[in-house]
């Protein structure tokens, strides 16, 4: 796989410097959480990132560090920076949201700590160049108001959003005007000192809390591997869940105690703070202070605040704070963890946030686009059912609990109308995420979360919080992204992205039926000789691609320079079946999907056809059409369509790649098929890569005619048959520390293999057939031993030797003895040939001398034409009756050899 | 080797000769299939093996089963199906597709065929397929949606698989051996062909695609274990409603002598029950039991030769034309000949020979001979018969001396010197 250390298509490189910095007894101590200075190519500016931990490699024998990467203007393409709307702080800096730039470093390249401070603070005067200003985000594409759960810490701090009911409808107009920008915010902002006192405290915190830490550690796996995300996460929340009793012990204690909500947070951030304790409290006194003053903007929120409320606050409500809010965290890699920056709301421009979620989702997409999406008619419908749940907040002042979800809410109103989801949805996001827990077997400490009738009295325990907002979190990036989906299919033109059309359900019309669903689940493999086969079966798709790196690096390097280029070409692979052409080509394709993924190449579309899987030649042009576009139509105008669609510019058209497989079936005799294949890559806005696969190396100059030899080029490449040792390394790559053959079997294989044909798949069916043959030989499977020399003996007779001898030897008398007469008359005439008359006479000397009773002629023709059905013989047409010719399809010395076996 | 059958006082003998009858007569006629295949133990377990990794375990998987005609693939086959469709998991989990190459004779029917025993047809809706590339992209699109462990296991049965690989392109097989090679929908495809060379015939594609699996059905029964056969082929059930009657064989040695015949001849069970079939329809509530005589008998329908058969039924001058083309066959050594020169030789031996023959005229001639063509004792050698004058097409015979012989032996009333005239030939002076 080719990492690029790209950060948005600047390429940069690192140099690994000297300044040894480690994380405990080096100059400067960095730890998890701080901000800290990233060696690159310019030395005034240095990279800013976040830390958020290290690790260290396979090997141990490099540091690296995770870091969530924040942009300088400067790193900003210049055409984008018009879109920030206004001067930009030369110590600004911007949370990048985008994927294409690899968030792991090596630790050796930092260079230092940075003063880092949250947004709500107007610029100072340029002065200290070590504190920087995060306000907005940048994902690439469009800056958007930083959301603050991407600075928060924890999950719990996270202050939960209000749910619209406690919230009457005149709040967001009066909201709106107050969120205009930071400078202007109406809600009274903590005082800036003890704001960077309190980011750096807890900045410099040693550790995390174990729950979130694992969730970004997930998260940036599972962007930076194709592993499956699921199993991480269960593998990451087990481990959250063994790590955090301490936590637990401390939450016990908590409800009792009287406690500002700073406070709480603080504990839930990190058990090991004690000492710390005291700022933190100190702290908490001036936050809760604001947080008052907040609350009384609207009274009825203030109505909601009872300092019943406050004292016991209850955890639960974080875990549905969570669930609400997870939409808008949703979309990044990682949350970052700064606590006071949770409790601080951003400034908010309500533009933004009334398209929708701007930091949602992983497709990147600016807000425009989502206000088309049904979710903000959600959040009018709404406001227009707030008088029910009216009756629901003045609940809820009686209820604590509830009240102090509301004065939590209250806190950053701004961001109500849309990072809250409705109710309803939660309900059925619950459902979701019960059932991905299913999945994921963590029902056992997640279960008691769930059901929603109990959301306001129940107070589970941490390590449930923990765990449930891990997998709400995640529930909700599921759901998100099906959110997404739909609303794609419903305004398809609105939402390029790629993935998302994928989505996109086709109409009844084109509905493809699949094969009904067994009702039984397939049996996995039990034994190591069952796992063995399950590997070996040629369907299996392999880790890698053993053997063929110099052709995957030559195919790649091909269709990667077309995709960056934006231009076309062909290019023809010949090899002999089974040496892995289409495999190749398949395994370039998914990696060069990837890199896609990740924004190092421009998207690009993928389209395979098979000769071999349609009915004539010009079936090309449909399925090309097809999977390009989804449309119908017969084949001369699907023809047309394509000139046109290739023919013409089109602002904004992605490359596409086809393979065409088995290129030789799309032979026509005007071969007008085959010139279109290759001519359309010439055209200028074309942007088309052809691929073409066929068997033989000279095809080009064999079938085609002169003008489409010529557009096909001269970018050929040739698949060799496997060596034995290639064939070898493809089973042990496969097997993949499966102990199931011995060594000298497997040589066996492969070389009688790579003296036949080099055909992986011949040497893949004959290992399998190996396995069976291993376990039937003993008579318990389960104490079958390693597949041996014999067995693959056996296996490799059973497939390469023919079978005449044994069928000649198996044959009737009368059939033997026709056999013999056959050759008796070809002896006789010195010829190979010789009619059913002829070789008659033989027989019935033959059966004379043998003493057997003669057949009659209609006998013979009966046992002549039995032969033939075998094809030991070689017959005429039977209406030619006693005149038909007659051949022999074996050797004479086989059927000699065989007949004198039978004798002895 | 006879069957005798006791009368029984509850049961009239003609109700247990029906009884008899009915259950022997779905024995030979394949109507049921056998309790378990006799003498390919081995090949049964290896295709159950393989059926039920493919329906259990979802591995998709090809094979061919090899024999000769009659050898029992189908039988076979059949048995593996019947025994796995009895286990509980499978039970529901296959979908069986049987196709024969003798019917779906090109791909488009074929496909067609598939569909609808997939029961995918109305998936769609009302959709109707209209073009046969519709049809294909259509199951291809099916089956590649599926995956190895949640769509159910197809089993394409291939009947007279080596037709198949006459299709055009070998498009279906193609697609099933690409499919059975590739993460799509588990599949088994089992190909029934009775050619030994049938790989020969696959492209280098599709046979790259073939996991090279053949099972060869090869029988290699002694005597003595095909004679044990027919004994069980003729044994009545245990459960047979009348207890009295019960089987005995009687070494009667011109029995073995008949079954020994046949079985140089051919081993397979096939004729075996059409002789046993013609033995056991002469059996009747006068007759009650099988007698040597009627396996001799039937031995002697089976084996008896069709064209002498034919040459009995023949008149008197349709067969001396016959004795005139053999020994026109004989003087040119098997060049063809034509009317005229049979009519010649006729000719000869009526003038010097015949006492019992009148002549006949030439267009009665003529029509004899024209019969003999139709009967396909005689053969036209050129193709075209349009330009050449009837008189002067090349013909050939298709009947051996020995042949004519024997049907003149046996021709009642035939003249002597006709008789003579057929050991020697009239000599030119």
Redesign the interface.
């Known amino acids: 796989m080719v990492r690029y250390f790209t950060r948005l298509r600047m390429r940069r490189i690192y140099k690994w410097v000297s300044t040894y910095v480690e994380g405990q007894e080096a100059v400067t101590t960095v730890t998890p959480g701080q901000y800290i200075l990233i060696e690159g190519n310019d030395d005034e500016y240095p990279f800013v990132a976040k830390l958020l931990k290290f690790f260290g490699d396979e090997s141990h024998k490099q540091k690296k560090a995770l870091v969530q990467w924040f942009l300088r203007l400067s790193e900003v393409p210049q055409n984008k920076k018009l879109l920030l709307g206004r001067s930009p702080h030369p110590q600004e800096i911007f949370y990048y949201l985008g994927r294409a730039c690899d968030n792991e470093i090596n630790a050796e390249s930092i260079l230092g700590t940075v003063q880092h401070v949250p947004e709500d603070t107007p610029f100072p005067e340029p002065g200290t160049k070590d504190t920087l200003y995060v306000k907005l985000s940048w994902d690439t594409k469009a800056f958007n108001v930083l959301d603050p759960v991407l600075m928060q810490d924890t999950p719990a701090s996270t202050p939960p959003k209000p749910a619209l009911p406690l919230f009457p409808p005149c709040a967001s107009p009066t909201a709106t005007p107050v969120s205009r920008g930071p400078v202007r915010r109406a809600l009274p902002t903590p005082d800036p000192t003890v704001m960077r006192r309190a980011g750096s405290v807890s900045d410099t915190r040693a550790t995390m809390s174990a729950g979130k830490r694992s969730t970004l550690e997930a998260e940036s796996i599972h962007s930076a591997s194709k592993l499956s995300a699921s199993k991480i996460l269960s593998a990451k929340r087990r481990g959250s869940a063994a790590d955090t009793p301490g936590v637990r012990k401390k939450l016990q204690l908590s409800p009792g105690k009287k406690m500002t909500r700073a406070d709480v947070l603080c504990e839930l951030l990190d058990e090991e703070m004690e000492s710390e304790k005291v700022i933190s409290l100190k702290l908490s006194s001036s936050v809760s202070h604001s947080l008052q003053h907040g609350c009384s903007l609207s009274p009825m929120r203030s109505g909601c605040k009872t300092p019943n409320g406050q004292r016991r606050f209850p955890w639960k409500l974080s875990s549905i704070s969570l669930d609400r809010l997870s939409p808008t965290a949703l979309g990044e890699q990682d949350l970052s963890s700064d606590l006071l920056l949770a409790v601080i709301p951003l400034a908010l421009e309500d533009e933004v946030f009334e398209a929708g979620l701007p930091t949602d989702a992983g497709s990147a997409n600016t807000p425009k686009k989502r206000q088309a999406t049904p979710r903000r008619n959600y959040v009018r419908e709404q406001k227009a059912t707030t008088p029910s749940r009216r009756k629901e907040s003045a609940m809820a002042i009686r209820k604590p609990a509830l009240g102090v979800l509301a004065e939590e809410d209250s806190e950053d109103s701004p961001m109500q109308p849309i990072a809250l989801t409705p109710r309803s949805k939660r309900k059925s996001a619950q459902l979701v995420s019960l059932r991905i827990r299913k999945q994921l077997n963590l029902l056992d400490n997640t279960q008691k979360l769930i059901s929603d009738g109990d959301d306001d009295c129940f107070v589970p325990s941490k390590k449930d919080l923990q765990s449930s907002s891990d997998s709400e979190e995640e529930t909700m990036v599921r759901k998100t992204r099906g959110r997404n989906g739909k609303a794609s299919a419903r305004t398809p033109c609105k939402t390029p992205s790629k993935k998302v059309c994928m989505v996109t359900p086709s109409t009844p019309r084109h509905a493809t039926p699949s094969i009904p669903s067994r009702t039984v689940p397939a049996r996995q493999p039990g034994n190591i000789l069952e796992e063995a086969r399950a590997r070996l079966h040629v369907s299996s798709v392999p880790e890698s691609l053993p053997c063929r790196e110099q052709e995957f690096q030559d195919i790649y390097n091909f269709v990667e320079s077309k995709v960056m280029d934006g231009t076309g070409g062909c290019m023809y692979i010949s090899g002999v079946p089974g040496t892995g052409k289409t495999a190749t080509i398949h395994e370039v394709i998914r990696c060069l999907q990837h890199a896609s993924d990740m924004d190092e190449i421009p998207t690009f579309r993928f389209i395979e056809i098979n000769g071999m899987k349609m009915t004539d030649p010009h079936q090309a042009y449909v399925q090309i059409l097809q999977k390009l576009t989804d449309q119908k139509v017969t084949a001369d105008h699907a023809a047309a369509l394509l000139e046109k669609r290739f023919s013409n510019p089109a602002p904004k058209k992605e490359t596409t790649v086809l393979l065409v497989d088995e290129l030789d079936l799309l032979w026509t005799r005007k071969q007008n098929v085959m010139y279109n294949l290759f001519d359309w890559p010439t055209r200028r806005h074309a942007r088309l890569v052809v691929l073409t696969i066929a068997n033989t190396m000279d095809l080009p100059e064999r079938i085609m005619i002169n003008r489409v030899a010529s557009r096909l080029g001269l970018t050929r490449m040739s698949f060799q048959p496997y060596s034995f040792k290639q064939l070898q390394q493809i089973i042990t790559s496969r097997l993949n520390k499966v102990k199931a053959f011995e060594e000298d079997a497997l040589q066996l294989v492969s070389r009688k293999v790579a003296a036949l044909s080099g055909d992986a798949r011949r040497c893949l069916d004959i290992c399998r057939r190996a396995t069976e043959i291993c376990e039937h030989s003993t008579s318990h499977p389960s104490s079958a031993g390693l597949v041996r020399m014999n067995h693959v003996m056996e296996a490799l007779d059973e497939m390469f030797s023919s079978s005449y001898i044994t069928a000649i030897r198996c044959a009737s008398l009368q059939e033997q003895l026709f056999l013999r007469a056959v050759i008796a008359e070809f002896r006789r005439l010195g010829l190979e040939e010789a009619t059913f008359q002829q070789v008659f006479v033989q027989h019935r000397a033959l059966s004379r001398v043998e003493g057997l009773q003669p057949i009659s002629v209609s006998e013979g023709l009966a046992v002549c034409q039995r032969l033939g059905a075998c094809r030991l013989l070689l017959l005429e047409a039977s209406r030619l009756d006693m005149l038909q010719r007659v051949r022999l399809n074996v050797s004479q010395d086989d059927v000699l050899y065989a007949l004198k076996a039978v004798r002895d | 080797m006879s069957k005798r059958k006791v009368k029984e006082t509850h049961m009239p003998v003609g109700e247990c000769i029906s009884q008899v009858q009915m259950i022997l007569r779905e024995r030979f006629c394949h109507q049921r299939l056998p309790e378990k295949p006799v003498g390919m133990e081995s090949q049964h377990?290896h295709l159950l093996?393989l059926l039920r990794r493919t329906a259990?375990?979802?591995?998709?998987n090809s094979v061919l089963i090899?024999g000769?005609?009659g050898s029992g693939k189908t039988m076979l086959l059949n048995c593996v199906l019947r025994e796995l469709l009895e286990v509980k998991?499978v039970n529901?989990?296959v979908?069986p597709v049987h196709l024969n190459g003798l019917l779906q004779t090109d791909?488009?029917i074929a496909l067609k065929e598939i569909t609808r025993q997939?029961n995918?047809e109305n998936?769609?809706?009302d959709?109707v397929f209209g073009?046969?590339?519709e049809n294909?992209?259509?199951l291809?699109?099916?089956?590649k949606?599926?995956d190895?462990?949640?769509?159910?296991?197809?089993l394409f049965i291939l009947d007279e698989f080596d037709l198949f690989a006459h299709h055009k392109?070998q498009?279906l097989l193609?697609?099933l051996l690409?499919v059975?090679?590739?993460?799509?929908?588990?599949v088994a495809v089992i190909g029934l062909t009775?050619?030994?060379?049938v790989l020969e015939l696959l492209e280098?594609?599709v046979?790259?695609?073939f996991?090279?699996?053949?099972i060869?059905l090869?029988?290699?029964l002694s005597f003595i274990q095909y004679l044990d056969n027919v004994r069980s082929q003729l044994s009545l059930p245990q459960d047979f409603p009348d207890t009295n009657f019960y089987d005995e064989w009687n070494d009667d040695q011109s029995v073995v002598d008949v079954l020994q015949?046949h079985?140089?001849?051919?081993?397979d069970f096939r004729s075996l029950h059409l002789l046993l079939m013609l033995a056991l329809s002469r059996v009747s509530a006068s007759k009650p039991a099988i007698k040597p005589t009627d396996l001799l008998e039937a031995s002697r329908v089976c084996?008896?030769?069709?064209?002498?058969n034919i040459l009995h039924g023949l008149s008197i001058l349709e067969l001396c034309l016959i004795i005139a083309m053999k020994h026109l066959n004989d003087i040119y050594e098997g060049e063809p000949f034509n009317f005229q020169m049979v009519h010649n030789e006729f000719k000869k031996f009526l003038q010097r020979k015949s006492h019992s023959i009148h002549n006949f005229d030439k267009p009665v001639v003529i029509k004899a001979f024209e019969h003999l063509q139709q009967l396909?004792l005689i053969?036209s050698m050129d193709s075209s018969t349009a330009k050449i004058q009837k008189e002067y097409q090349l013909m050939?015979l298709?009947?051996?001396h020995?042949?004519i012989m024997e049907a003149l032996q046996k021709y009642p009333q035939c003249p002597t010197d006709v008789k003579q005239w057929a050991i020697v030939p009239v000599l030119e002076t």
């Open positions: 377990k093996e259990v375990h979802g591995e998709s090899v000769p005609r998991d529901k989990n979908l791909d488009r997939l995918l998936v769609v809706g959709k073009s046969f590339a294909l992209a259509f291809l699109e099916a089956l949606k599926g190895r462990s949640s769509s159910r296991p197809v392109n498009t193609y697609n690409d059975s090679q590739s993460a799509q929908a588990p009775c050619r030994l060379d280098k594609r046979k790259s695609r996991s090279h699996r053949q060869h090869l029988s290699s015949r079985y140089n001849s051919s081993k084996m008896v030769d069709s064209k002498a396909e053969k050939k298709l009947l051996d020995s042949q």
